[in-house]
């Protein structure tokens, strides 16, 4: 099987591995007005309605959290890190084709990682929403394309675009 890595965007105005739901919600509000206000024309944009976004955000990553505790996870943190399978053009163009940071999932242990079919905030309201899933199960549906990630890939984008990974545990990017 192919090596599998995950893929972090990261606007040139920022530093890179940062989540605005680490900090407290005064900060975070702060913090998504200066981003709005100087990056109008990049994915901050989204936070010019920081309210709306902000309370979608926390109710995914309360979802994503549970979930990912009944299938045996073991997140470090209540608001997990944002990567992408194998990476996305349209992400990394959507953050001005700023900072990227991969890391192979080779070593990352199952109960750290977890992963949804498209972005778990835009897809949580959907029917098509799919539950989230572990490291085993990307491989259980990677053998249906005898190990492919490609083929595997392009099979999903019509309805998904990419594969979001969440990864709860910053051991492996320090």
Known sequence: ?????????????????H????????????????LAEKNQDTAFGR???FHNYYSRRIRTEKWLYGQFIQL?????????????????KFLDDW???????????NNIDTRHISFTF???????????????FLKEDLFKYLNDYNGNINQFLD?????????EAQLWNDTYIY
């Open 118 to 132: 498209g972005d778990s905030m835009a897809k949580m309201d959907k029917p098509e929403r799919e539950d989230l």
């Open 95 to 105: 953050f001005s084709n700023g900072k990227i940071t991969k890391l192979s999932i």
């Open 155 to 163: 099979s999903i984008k019509e309805q998904y675009i990419y594969i």
């Open 19 to 34: 989540s605005i739901t680490r900090l407290s919600e005064t900060e975070a509000y702060q913090k998504a007005k200066d």
């Open 1 to 17: 099987m192919q090596e599998l890595f995950i893929i972090s965007y990261c606007h040139p105005n920022c530093a890179p591995l």
């Open 47 to 49: 936070f010019a309605d």
């Open 72 to 88: 045996g996870g073991q997140p470090a943190t209540e608001h997990p890190l944002y990567f992408i399978l194998h990476g996305s």
